[in-house]
């Protein structure tokens, strides 16, 4: 009798933990079409990318640091989803914070970044987006204003948030 | 779709269950490979987990970029712990979960104090102590003094205590729910030793 309460408690115990690691999968919504700000940064190929050069579909803008635990775990699910939204025409920027080209390539042997990898050496930035922590990562509409927000890491290749993305480009 | 260890489904069971209990939690943990104590505090929907941090790994870490010898031994004997905050939503009210860092209380040796902010270290210091480089590594690796998590938002960074290797103290930390202000109680927590201390 005991054993099957116990049993029952875990059965219980485990829903409740699925559920909550299934409320990490969140995006919160940022009302008031809010302008992303503008930037201009190279990636590690030398390449200049400005915001603006996407307008007319959406962009997922991650903060983070080759330092930073939770950034580097959620560097190879961005991959994935990279991987998934080619045929989406949605983009995804990584704006590393602080770091030079050398740090970034050693980091990138161990994970894998096909995206391209901005870098904001002197945090200019990363100062004029409302970014407290790392990760940030913002999701910017096609018509170039905030949609999305996420603090902290997230698993970027699951459909639940994809699909968020996803309704963007068709302008839902 | 998600890869979760045995070890993370224990503690998520340990986690789930003190949740749901009424009162805060704290949950006490030592890792087995490394010793490094954890005190894992749970109320409602807000999560705040404090793991030591030795000071050779803080250190490590400063080392590499352009502090001087002194502003190293300064943070590195400081009380640093990995300090992560979680907004679990695991009530359902989806309700923001606001922290301001200010407002805790530690309690040491008797006397009640703040803890040691970024804001505080990067004031402190000029450009021969720390680079401006060196500076964005506090200002981005330090926990941010005041934020705002919605239903499964978190931050990672490191908090200081200014106090030395060894000692003990309790932290009062309060945050924001709903609208409320809220608080609780971490006691007994353990500064990481320095490595003379380590057997």
Redesign the interface.
Known sequence: MMVMKALQ??VV??A??AA??Q????L?AIPGGVKAPEFALQDTAGKTHRLSDYRGKPVIINFW?T????CREEIPSMNRAWHLLEEDDIAILAIN??EDEDTIFIFTADYPADFPVLMD???DV?AEWPV???PTTYVVAPDGTLAY????SR?WD?NVLLDAVRALKQGR | ??C?SKTK?LT??L???A??CAHAQVLHSVNEENGLQTWHFIEGDIEIELVQRLPDQSRA?LMKHEFSRDVIEELALSCMTQTII?N???SGSGQAVSIDLKQWRMQHKGKTSGIRLKEQWLASWSDEDAS??AK??I???M??T??E?????????LTTYGIPPGSVFDLTVTWQEGGESRSGEIRNIVCAPDVDKLK
């Open positions: 408690g875990l115990s485990l409740v933990l909550a690691v409320a990490d999968q969140t919160t640091t330092w930073c635990p939770p914070m602080g050496q002197a945090g990363i407290k922590g790392l927000r996420a603090i902290g698993e699951d | 779709m998600y979760i489904v998520g069971i986690v789930t269950l949740a749901a870490l979680r679990s939503g695991r401006p480089a964005l590594v200002r981005w690796g926990f941010p005041q934020q998590y919605q239903p499964g938002d978190f931050n990672w960074g």
